[in-house]
């Protein structure tokens, strides 16, 4: 039941934005009563934050799904891009939902800006260790990751995914650089 509610609301606030959206509207998508949306989630706070926990899972496995398939090191590094470039082509692409939830909410709500921390420092923490496996400077994973963020964002203001390849062939250079000759 939670599930149903969860995955119902993370369609509205993700295509429509999280303040557009009422607990009523969500409690008509899931087709559950108004009761048993508030036995789940006693509120929209606690609901926004299973969203975005769901989310993150999602991201989790298709972020983990891209890397495994590639075959070396330096690769795993470039699937963080060939990953993103399959996400943005999804007709329901709208963005980061972290930083969408982030925009809309701001400071206003500490425990979701801390998830969304939350989940920005574990996308960097796994970018630490592609770096690491890939025997390259530490340095060079933050600047993986400003690339990967800044396409997230490029790519749902102009609508199309062509910021993952561009931040892919920013990637390629930087791995170039920053490798031993």
């Known amino acids: 039941m ?3 509610i969860v995955q119902a609301a993370d369609a509205l606030f993700y295509a429509r934005g999280i303040n557009a959206v009422g607990m009523d509207e ?3 998508s899931a087709g559950v009563s108004l009761k048993r ?3 789940a989630f006693p509120g929209k706070e606690a609901l926004i934050l299973a969203v975005l926990r769901f989310r993150h899972g999602i991201w989790e496995s298709g972020l983990e799904a891209a890397v495994e398939a590639a075959t070396t090191p330096r690769d795993r590094l470039l699937a963080i891009f060939d990953f993103l470039e399959s996400w943005f082509a999804e007709p329901t692409f709208r963005g980061c939902g972290f930083i969408n939830a982030f925009g809309e909410l701001g400071p206003g709500y500490p425990s979701i800006a801390d998830y969304v921390r939350e989940h920005k420092r574990s996308f960097r923490k796994r970018t630490d260790q592609l ?3 890939a025997g390259l400077p530490a340095a060079l994973a933050p600047q993986l990751v400003l690339l990967a963020e800044g396409a997230q964002t490029t790519a749902a203001i102009f609508g199309t995914p062509a910021p993952a390849a561009d931040a892919r ?3 390629e250079s930087l791995i170039a650089a920053h490798a031993e000759p």
């Open 2 to 4: 939670s599930a149903r």
């Open 26 to 28: 969500v409690r008509t």
């Open 37 to 39: 949306l508030y036995t």
């Open 131 to 133: 770096v690491a496996a």
């Open 169 to 171: 062939a920013a990637a």
